[in-house]
């Protein structure tokens, strides 16, 4: 059973949800779905920590959020958001089930396409500190994230558009602008290191290959969930 943090936000979270149940239909067909179980928090709680560094006191909500799907069957657990990988260490200590990084997943599907030089998008926490980027280079690659002004404006659009659901078509032509500056600077694929990027970028809007976090994410955890189940 498949233990999934969400609510950071809703709109990624239900991707989570529909991927994790299309996957394993795909796998094992007929009318099978996911086993999950969800801890949905409330993001206003988990932004208000991120706004004023009280990383701490989010890293102890997501831990008891990752108790209660332990206590609940769960035999692993994600966070469903790159950003709050930045508190993974303190929800892994609080469980003795395995949680699966994002980074993680990310690193094997970059090593697979035989790539070594990636763009990193997210939130400017991402982008400007070490809990994505930090795997990432550890696994042998080469990481690039945008200029400052371009930070600014992928954060604002993530957190004023994206975690509500929106999606606008000047947000799409702006990222595909950053997507080519990274690639101007070698990036030889795109990490789209926040889920809710899924929602606005896909394989027509970048000339390197993409790599959603999202769905590299939700893969993991399916190849682990369905290991011992045959074909």
């Not at 007929?30 to 560094?53: K, L, P, W």
Request: charged share 20%; hydrophobic share 50%; net charge negative.
């Amino acid at each position: 059973m498949i233990g999934l943090i969400g609510g950071m936000s809703w709109a990624s979270t239900v991707e989570y949800y529909r991927l994790a149940n299309m996957l394993v239909a795909e796998r094992l067909g007929g009318f099978h779905s996911a086993r999950m179980v969800v801890a949905s928090v409330d993001f206003a709680d988990i932004e208000r920590y991120q706004i004023e560094g009280r990383w701490d006191e989010a890293g102890e909500l997501l831990a008891e959020q990752a108790r209660s799907l332990e206590d609940a069957g769960a035999d692993l657990v994600l966070i469903g958001a790159n950003t709050m990988h930045k508190v993974a260490p303190a929800v892994a200590a609080a469980v003795r089930i395995p949680l699966l990084h994002v980074a993680d997943a990310v690193a094997a599907a970059t090593k697979r396409a035989g790539i070594d030089t990636v763009g990193l998008l997210g939130t400017a926490y991402t982008m400007e500190q070490d809990f994505i980027s930090g795997p990432l280079r550890a696994a042998g690659l080469t990481v690039l994230t945008p200029e400052a002004n371009d930070r600014v404006e992928v954060h604002r659009v993530i957190y004023g558009e994206l975690v509500k659901g929106e999606v606008h078509d000047p947000s799409r032509l702006f990222h595909q602008q950053v997507i080519a500056r990274l690639v101007e600077r070698g990036a030889q694929g795109i990490v789209l290191g926040c889920t809710e990027l899924e929602l606005l970028i896909g394989p027509a809007d970048s000339a390197v290959p993409l790599f959603p976090t999202a769905r590299l994410h939700v893969e993991a955890a399916v190849e682990a969930a369905l290991a011992d189940v045959g074909e």
